[in-house]
């Protein structure tokens, strides 16, 4: 597997990336916005509802 960012052999201690530095960049172009998740036309964001999230037993 080759890093996504310099295309380098990936170091499975950073997998997918090559080094800290490379997965720092990415991170960073995920919260500059470089990068987008495409949505589907038409949809909708519906109000979260508190039964939406299951609640844990005590």
Do not use: Q
């Not at 720092?24 to 109000?47: C, K, M, Q, S």
């Amino acid at each position: 597997m080759t890093c996504p960012i310099c295309k380098k052999a990936a170091d499975p201690k950073y997998r997918p990336f090559c080094s800290k530095r490379c997965a720092d960049v990415d991170l960073g172009r995920w919260l500059n916005g470089d990068y987008v998740v495409p949505a589907v036309e038409g949809e909708e964001e519906r109000p979260v509802d508190e039964d939406d999230f299951p609640t844990r037993p005590n």
